[in-house]
């Protein structure tokens, strides 16, 4: 008679390797750093806009860092300066560790975020690389032309696919974050 081994409990160096090592990893990452990158421009000249990147604050964990970047888009108080006249206009949410490895990003778009998935593997991150990269040599084509409000465009649309170039580290949990109804 032979008996079938049937295990459901991972070896000791599979749960290490795979659960303990990269959770103690991202704990020397903290605080997350929250970032808005968009326009600024003052009232009635938006054709001299320009690229303006604001910090918002810090957070200990990814789940209060997107909460507080959704809080500060939806209230739309997110300023560049003490100067009334200057408007600003947020493109693009950045959550970044203490290392600047980017955790999570997003488009804004009507007040809200929308959180981008981050990439499968490395073979994606490199089409995304190098696509974004054609996306900047236009803009700085289009810049040495005079054209700035189209290079601000190919700059922004190279932004929106280098959001989802989440660091290793963190592309689990950012993709388990945006299962949850919390990213909704």
Not at 2 to 13: H, N
Not at 102 to 130: F, K, M, N, Y
Request: glycine share 8%; with cysteine.
């Amino acid at each position: 008679m032979t008996l079938a081994r049937q295990s459901r409990v991972a070896p000791i160096g599979a749960i290490l390797a795979h659960h303990v090592l990269p959770a103690l990893q991202r704990a020397q990452k903290f605080p997350l750093r929250i970032s808005c990158i968009g326009t600024a421009s003052y009232e009635g000249m938006e054709a001299y806009a320009f690229d303006q990147n604001v910090a918002i604050g810090e957070c200990p964990s990814p789940e209060e860092a997107m909460s507080v970047a959704s809080g500060r888009i939806a209230r739309g108080d997110i300023r560049v300066g003490t100067d009334d006249m200057l408007r600003f206009r947020p493109r693009m949410i950045v959550i970044q560790d203490c290392d600047q490895g980017v955790v999570l990003a997003g488009t804004v778009r009507a007040g809200i975020i929308l959180w981008q998935q981050p990439i499968a593997s490395d073979a994606e991150a490199r089409q995304i690389v190098t696509e974004a990269s054609k996306l900047r040599g236009a803009a700085f084509a289009a810049a040495g032309r005079g054209e700035h409000g189209p290079a601000r465009d190919y700059r922004y649309h190279a932004s929106q696919l280098e959001a989802r170039l989440v660091d290793a580290l963190w592309r689990e949990t950012a993709a388990e974050l945006l299962r949850m109804p919390l990213a909704a």
